[in-house]
């Protein structure tokens, strides 16, 4: 029994970020099931995959988002469909989408004519500028993908080297982020209506959460009134807060206190500078010459040895690859690689786990993700009912 067992999620999401938001709430013990379109999410036919594409039922991609989910497939075009899917929502607690804003309108399914159906729902939409009815500006209606989020939020404006360009941060934040506080409101949304039965729209703008993700860039714009750009590794108000590259790859030092700025200095042997840059505001004031002393010691250095001069003393690690990932213990007893079968194959392929613990509930993932319209007789057919009825009797 997960934390969220007693709900059941309809996730008419596809591509990243809404089955990113709808497979926590799955990993945290939610039924989810996936309503798809003719054909299926978008994202099915993405690779990689393990072997054959025209064997397997999806890729990679969509493995990675909507494990543990239960798939049915429905045209909103179709009146039968249509009614299938009001059905649901009468008995549904949450559902989730993802389309740009007046798309379930036009086929009468938005949150007005759902919560006719079910007035206590909880209805959420992920949308690159959010949704007119928290807030209507001129760019609802016009797509959006990680890229745009970042472009526009600030996000790239700050990445990368110095003297290079605007760079995108390599996982898709503009979605991850914005579905992981989708999740958090869909979750404080059900704790209103425990309180007072109402259930409410859960708004979340990709463009919105890339703002709020910039964290230091807007204050620092409205405390300095200049604009922040891109700095590599480095940190605009802390020292050492840098990657150094070693004889074998790369490894971050976060010695910004002056405790670990001692500390340092001790490894390095050179207990002159710790006494020369005693504090935080002359070691950035010096940051450039001071960042090459520290660079050339790295250099003469593995990054098992120069983590080795400092681990436990000061913040430190090795930049690592995916390969190291998969090698490091700490992730194994973490659980945070899970095992799922590949559909079309004899294989088990390998997903992200869950990063929520919890002592009495534990998150986990619960088996693959589905084949496209697997669980149309589970979920819709006359079987359910039957079956809940027999087991409200041997109850």
Request: with cysteine; proline share 6%.
């Amino acid at each position: 029994m997960g934390a969220l067992s007693n709900l059941r999620v309809l996730d008419l999401t596809q591509v990243l970020a809404g089955p990113y938001c709808t497979m926590l709430l799955a990993d945290m013990g939610a039924d989810v099931v996936k309503i798809e379109r003719p054909g299926g999410d978008l994202i099915r036919s993405n690779p990689p995959f393990v072997d054959d594409p025209e064997e397997e039922a999806y890729g990679g991609y969509f493995q990675s988002v909507n494990r543990g989910k239960r798939s049915i497939e429905l045209d909103f075009n179709d009146d039968e469909d249509r009614a299938d899917f009001l059905s649901l929502v009468e008995e549904a607690d949450i559902v989730v989408e993802n389309y740009r804003a007046g798309t379930m309108e036009k086929y009468d399914l938005g949150y007005e004519t759902l919560t006719e159906h079910n007035p206590q729902l909880i209805y959420s939409s992920i949308r690159g500028f959010g949704d007119p009815r928290t807030g209507e500006t001129d760019r609802q209606g016009q797509p959006s993908f990680d890229l745009i989020a970042q472009a526009l939020g600030g996000v790239m404006e700050t990445t990368g080297q110095e003297d290079g360009p605007p760079t995108k941060v390599g996982p898709g934040i503009g979605d991850l982020f914005t579905a992981t506080l989708n999740c958090i409101g869909i979750l404080a949304a059900v704790n209103h209506r425990e309180q007072t039965g109402e259930g409410q729209y859960v708004d979340t703008g990709m463009y919105d959460s890339m703002l709020s993700l910039t964290e230091r860039a807007i204050y620092q714009q409205s405390y300095t009134g200049e604009a922040p750009s891109r700095r590599g590794n480095s940190h605009p108000t802390l020292f050492p807060y840098d990657a150094f590259e070693t004889q074998d790859g790369h490894t971050v030092i976060a010695a910004f206190g002056t405790n670990h700025w001692n500390e340092v200095c001790d490894a390095m042997g050179r207990e002159d500078l710790a006494e020369e840059y005693p504090t935080a505001a002359e070691r950035l004031e010096n940051r450039e010459s001071l960042r090459e002393e520290i660079a050339d010691w790295a250099r003469g250095l593995t990054n098992d040895e120069l983590v080795g001069a400092l681990e436990g003393r000061v913040p430190v690690a090795p930049v690592q690859t995916t390969e190291e990932i998969f090698e490091d213990p700490h992730v194994e007893t973490r659980e945070m690689l899970v095992p799922v079968e590949q559909p079309g194959t004899d294989e088990k392929v390998e997903i992200a786990g869950s990063p929520i613990k919890m002592t009495e509930t534990p998150p986990q993932p619960r088996g693959r993700a589905p084949l496209l319209d697997e669980h149309r007789e589970e979920v819709l057919g006359s079987d359910e009912t039957t079956t809940d009825v027999e087991q409200a009797a041997d109850d």
